[in-house]
Nanobody, 124 residues
Framework: QVRLVESGGDLVQAGGSLRLSCAAS????????IAWFRQAPGKEREGVAC????????YYADSVKGRFTISRDNTKNTVYLQMDNLNPEDTAVYYC?????????????????WGRGTRVTVSA
């Protein structure tokens, strides 16, 4: 059974950092592309970052480029999202998602498996 569990969400002040984790089980992480999405209250879900399953290529939304870093540890079956220089606009529930294959995407329609999310709140 494929399962994704996010953790690491918290309340942080603007300018601070957080590291989110996405622990995967029921499948071999290296065969899947993993992405982080976020959804703020009253807004549509937004793709944030994606990492390829094969060669660890990455892709970021313009809104987080240079501040967020996605990485993976296949030995731990875990993907991370390091978030630096956070601002209140980053406040959202963050989800990780998986799709088999080696491509990169920030389109939620392309992902088959989803976690339940972890909440990030950035205070001004």
């Amino acid at each position: 059974q494929v399962r994704l569990v996010e953790s690491g969400g918290d309340l942080v002040q603007a300018g601070g950092s957080l590291r989110l984790s996405c622990a995967a089980s029921g499948f071999t992480l290296g065969y899947y592309a993993i992405a982080w999405f976020r959804q703020a209250p009253g807004k549509e879900r937004e793709g944030v970052a994606c990492i390829s399953g094969r060669n660890e290529d990455t892709y970021y939304a313009d809104s987080v480029k240079g501040r967020f870093t996605i990485s993976r540890d296949n030995t731990k079956n875990t993907v991370y999202l390091q978030m630096d220089n956070l601002n209140p606009e980053d406040t959202a529930v963050y989800y990780c998602a998986a799709v088999i294959g080696y491509g990169l995407s920030l389109s939620s329609d392309e992902f088959d498996y989803w976690g339940r999310g972890t909440r990030v709140t950035v205070s001004a």
